[in-house]
């Protein structure tokens, strides 16, 4: 089993139990030594998504908090793909769109470069992507600089995107939850995404299944308003609202 999926497992198991011991991931993943899972704690703990109790515990973070995009960029790449590839089946011809910040939407945005469409993003990552002509119409909204998470905020960004009604918007968040919906860690994105969702026919969610009932600390968009799409199934979640992950 390769790391990230042994790094799956773990936080999915993190994330049904309060604690967890080493001797849990053992039987868990009998076929890794020790010091492999150490590693994978390890890994798991520098990308917050656990934290490791005296005693040699862990369990998974109940906040979720911001990482740099590039950091992101490098957290479960696969799964990622898998989801941008399922958000292009949504998009049409001749449909515009916006495509939030992040690192999974920046995988959808390289998807529907390729489309006969009108993309609308704030992701400052857009202007790396593109190094030659698309079929696409890209449209970078203005806005204040985060460096952190390459994406443009604020009220210029916010009057900018009110000047459009989208057909789709493809959002990012930290956590998806029954009780608090879509959260973000930052509140001008979560006043960014909440303007979006005000303009757009449909909302879309891409997340990888580690930010399941997870929270962070800015309330976006109700569960309900939104269809998600993901890696793999949740039947809480799916009894709430649409998801998609196959």
Not at 19 to 47: F, G, H, M, Q, Y
Not at 105 to 113: K, N
Not at 149 to 166: D, K, V
Not at 197 to 221: G, M, P, W, Y
Request: net charge neutral; with cysteine; glycine share 4%.
């Amino acid at each position: 089993m390769i790391p990230y999926e042994r790094q799956r497992k773990i936080l999915e198991y993190a994330n049904a139990h309060d604690l967890v011991l080493l001797e849990d991931l053992l039987d868990l993943i009998p076929d890794a030594s020790e010091s492999t899972l150490r590693r994978d704690i390890k890994a798991l703990e520098e990308a917050r998504q656990v934290e490791r109790l005296s005693g040699g515990a862990i369990k998974a973070h109940a906040n979720t908090s911001e990482l740099p995009s590039v950091t992101k960029a490098t957290l479960f790449t696969k799964e990622k793909a898998r989801i941008a590839k399922l958000a292009a089946r949504e998009i049409k011809r001749d449909e515009t769109i916006y495509i939030d910040s992040g690192s999974t939407c920046t995988a959808l945005l390289r998807e529907a470069l390729d489309m006969d469409v009108c993309i609308v993003t704030t992701n400052t990552d857009a202007i790396r992507t593109v190094s030659q002509p698309t079929r696409a119409k890209i449209v970078i909204a203005g806005g204040s600089y985060n460096p952190q998470i390459a994406s443009l905020f604020g009220p210029l960004a916010e009057e900018s995107l009110r000047r459009y009604i989208f057909d789709k918007a493809f959002l990012g968040a930290n956590g998806v939850d029954l009780k608090f919906g879509i959260t973000t860690p930052r509140i001008e994105e979560s006043a960014k995404k909440r303007v979006v969702a005000e303009q757009s026919k449909r909302i879309f969610v891409l997340v990888d299944s580690s930010k399941f009932h997870r929270v962070a600390n800015t309330r976006c968009i109700a569960l309900e308003d939104t269809a998600i799409i993901s890696d793999s199934n949740d039947e809480r979640i799916a009894k709430r609202t649409t998801l998609i992950w196959q």
